[in-house]
């Protein structure tokens, strides 16, 4: 469905999948059941690759470079898989809304734990800069993969990181005297 949710019909989605199209219809009783067990798929991708960045380590600036190159890795995997997710033709379907919305709010929440844990700041302060910190992330990605950008993926990420970090820290951890 690269070329667009519309522009792909049931014939083509078959045999790029390798299958039959009754076999597609047993499956997906039409071309919106299919395209959002697929949404459905890359959303749980890109929430796993947030959680295991946030996961892999606990040193804060480390964790926010590790984010931050998971949405770089996730909007340059093969496949375009996170244009399915972010820049679909689909957008204003109801269900299609509900599931990128609740994708960028998991991711959020994940990264708002964190904060919470590390700052003490309240769940809705934690989750106001989660969602900053998601945004940039996502919103920054895109950009410089559709930007066809001149700019290493490390570097790109190096320089978010870099934006990031010098905002989050500045909150000081929490039960600590300053420092990261």
């Not at 690269?2 to 499956?27: C, F, N, T, W």
């Not at 697929?38 to 964790?63: G, I, P």
């Not at 990605?141 to 001149?150: H, I, T």
Request: charged content about 20%; proline content about 3%.
């Amino acid at each position: 469905m690269a070329q667009g949710y519309h522009a792909a019909a049931m014939d083509d989605i078959a045999e790029r999948a390798g299958v039959s199209k009754p076999v597609l219809y047993q499956h997906f009783p039409g071309k919106l059941e299919l395209y959002l067990a697929l949404l459905d798929q890359h959303c749980e991708s890109l929430l796993h690759a947030v959680r295991t960045a946030l996961a892999s380590t606990t040193e804060n600036k480390q964790r926010v470079a590790a984010t931050m190159e998971a949405y770089f890795a996730y909007v340059e995997e093969e496949g375009g898989a996170f244009r399915l997710v972010f820049e679909s033709d689909l957008t204003n379907e109801p269900a299609v809304r509900e599931r990128v919305d609740r994708v960028s709010l998991q991711c959020a929440e994940a990264i708002s734990e964190v904060i919470a844990e590390d700052t003490g700041l309240s769940k809705d302060e934690s989750m106001l800069l989660a969602v900053g910190l998601g945004g940039i992330s996502q919103v920054v990605a895109r950009y410089w993969l559709s930007s066809e950008s001149e700019v290493p993926r490390e570097s790109a990420v190096q320089l978010l990181t870099s934006l990031a970090w010098r905002g989050i820290a500045g909150f000081p951890l929490h039960g600590s005297e300053g420092g990261h």
